[in-house]
């Protein structure tokens, strides 16, 4: 094969590079908590000194730490949870960035349930309070590692679609560990609040051991903001229970080739889905207080 043919087929594999996120956040419509917390964002890094896996799915915008604290000054907010990104072997990315925050920001990390003991007790030292899993992997990790992290108090976060929950719901539910479900478990907004797989989610909710994130809501299947077609989602899980869910960015919205998102209307759109400002600090500030350990 001539060195053209190679070069050709090197492009065709190559991973896509992600849009940048919108640098500029239009002005809140309301007063933040001052313990305000972004529960979902994803730092990347240089690749020379944080190579990414050979079969990632994606090359990162070439955003990083700076331009996400840039964000968080802007909107005043002053607590982050950083999410591993799976582009990584490991999580030296997330720890470095959680080091730099001198305990203002925790991660949740990557992990296989065969992790050293050693190596649970230094993330956790360094802020991390759980292991995130994707069902598009089959899930056989999970109980494994629900045991693994829960004598650290850890939790569970699942990246899945609503439609899987009647099914591992079962598993779930019996979990020694909270589970913390991804993006609105990623329901498809066009499918309606009646779907199976968001009455699965009310369900595991009451539980009290299930949390939900209110995260990019433009990943439902409504790409345009305001997002209308998630708001009677949004507001049967705030009637549901207010006190287990968090919002989340989903900084910098990597792999979403839609229109890309202002940060300040993701965060205002809180308003809309629960008027009452209570609720509404109770999602931005006291839930995620308890749910990641902040002090």
């Known amino acids: 094969m001539s060195q053209t043919t190679n070069d050709a087929a090197a492009t065709v594999a190559a991973p896509p590079t992600c849009q940048s996120p919108d640098a500029s956040p239009v002005a809140l419509p309301f007063a933040l908590p001052a313990d305000a917390c972004d529960c979902h964002a994803h730092i990347y890094g240089p690749p020379e000194q944080y190579p990414y896996r050979e079969d990632r799915r994606y090359i990162p915008a070439p955003v990083g730490l700076a331009e996400y604290r840039t964000l968080l000054a802007t909107l005043s907010v002053p607590r982050?949870?950083?999410?591993?990104?799976?582009?990584?072997?490991?999580?030296?990315?997330?720890?470095?960035?959680?080091?730099?925050?001198?305990g203002q920001w925790r991660g949740i990390a990557k992990l296989t349930p065969d992790v050293s003991a050693e190596e649970l007790k230094r993330l956790d030292a360094a802020g991390f309070r759980g292991v995130r899993l994707h069902t598009r992997t089959g899930l056989p990790d999970l109980e494994a590692l629900a045991a693994r992290v829960a004598p650290l108090g850890w939790h569970v976060q699942l990246h899945l679609e609503?439609?899987?929950?009647?099914?591992?719901?079962?598993?779930?539910?019996?979990?020694?560990?909270?589970?913390?479900?991804?993006?609105?478990?990623?329901?498809?907004?066009?499918?309606?609040?009646?779907?199976p797989g968001?009455?699965?989610?009310?369900?595991?909710?009451?539980?009290?051991?299930?949390?939900?994130?209110?995260?990019?809501?433009?990943?439902?299947?409504?790409?345009?903001?305001?997002?209308?077609?998630?708001?009677?989602?949004?507001?049967?899980?705030?009637?549901?229970?207010?006190?287990?869910?968090?919002?989340?960015?989903?900084?910098?919205?990597?792999?979403?080739?839609?229109v890309m998102p202002n940060m300040g209307v993701l965060l205002g759109l809180v308003g809309e889905w629960t008027p009452d400002a209570g609720v509404r600090d109770m999602i931005l500030g006291t839930n995620p207080a308890q749910l990641y350990g902040f002090h």
């Open 198 to 258: 968001f009455k699965a989610l009310l369900t595991l909710m009451e539980s009290g051991r299930c949390w939900v994130k209110l995260s990019a809501p433009f990943r439902l299947g409504d790409e345009a903001a305001p997002y209308a077609g998630v708001l009677p989602f949004a507001r049967a899980l705030v009637a549901a229970r207010p006190d287990r869910l968090v919002w989340g960015s989903d900084w910098p919205h990597s792999s979403f080739h839609g």
């Open 162 to 195: 609503a439609r899987d929950l009647p099914e591992i719901g079962p598993r779930l539910v019996r979990l020694p560990v909270h589970v913390v479900i991804d993006h609105f478990a990623r329901v498809d907004v066009r499918d309606g609040v009646d779907q």
């Open 80 to 102: 982050a949870v950083i999410i591993q990104p799976t582009i990584y072997r490991d999580n030296q990315v997330t720890l470095d960035v959680l080091q730099a925050s001198a």
